[in-house]
């Protein structure tokens, strides 16, 4: 159990165009969805959380009007990268919390490869 | 926020040989999970362990809260355990990563 999918795997874009990525929980309702952002070589940075309903939490340093985040399900969010420009190509993970969770663990998607050119 | 130090930052063992990496986190945390980054860049989940000691086949890790610190143990390792692992902890769902330690076996 606990299984989280990503959509899409990659995805290459031109500059100024916007892309959205998709978050799911496959067996499990998840409260909270959380979005990392990763560089080559690099640690995950916790780019925002979001809680169904609700707006997400951006971490200080992340552009609210540019990583668009939408949670309207118990099982799925979104992250739209708007106007994207080339430093905004990275590899993107999200993470989910289950709504029955006891604990705070956390569960990661497959992640997505952003190219923008 | 947090500060999280793993150590060593690259790790290169010979297969069969056992290993331990180190986790050092600044601050209280309540949660604190470890991590196997595969390389095609999907996270998985070892071990959810704020506290206490875990075991699962030849991996184990024991975190002791009170000093701030994890270890993660590999045993019997086999060249399906490279890739990068990470330490993650945090206040409630908040996590803060490590910079990963690079883990090569080499058969």
């Known amino acids: 159990g606990a299984v989280v999918s990503q959509h899409p795997s990659w995805v290459i874009c031109k500059s100024g165009t916007s892309v959205k990525i998709e978050c799911r929980s496959l067996d499990f309702q998840a409260t909270t969805m959380f979005w990392y952002r990763q560089f080559p070589k690099q640690s995950l940075m916790l780019m925002a959380t979001?809680?169904?309903?609700?707006?997400?939490?951006?971490e200080q340093g992340v552009e609210k009007d540019k990583f668009l985040i939408n949670h309207a399900s118990l099982t799925l969010s979104t992250l739209t990268v708007t106007s994207a420009h080339p430093e905004d190509s990275s590899f993107y993970i999200c993470?989910?919390?289950?709504?029955?969770?006891?604990?705070?663990?956390?569960?990661f998607g497959p992640g997505t490869r952003l190219t923008v050119t | 926020g947090i500060q999280v130090e793993q150590s060593p930052p690259d790790l290169i063992l010979q297969e069969g040989a056992n290993s331990t990496l180190r986790c050092n986190f600044s601050?209280?945390?309540?949660?604190l999970q470890w991590f196997h980054q595969n390389p095609w860049g999907q996270l998985i989940n070892l071990f959810y362990?704020?506290?206490g000691t875990k075991q699962n086949g030849r991996l184990s890790a024991t975190t002791v809260a009170t000093e701030r610190y994890s270890l993660l143990y590999i045993s019997s390792s086999q060249t399906t355990d490279s890739g990068v692992y990470f330490c993650?902890?945090?206040?409630?769902?908040?996590?803060?990563f490590g910079a990963g330690t690079t883990v090569t076996v080499r058969a």
């Open positions: 979001s809680n169904e309903g609700s707006k997400a939490t951006y």
């Open positions: 993650a902890v945090g206040v409630d769902y908040k996590l803060s």
């Open positions: 362990i704020p506290s």
């Open positions: 601050d209280s945390v309540n949660n």
């Open positions: 993470s989910a919390r289950r709504l029955q969770g006891a604990d705070y663990e956390q569960y």
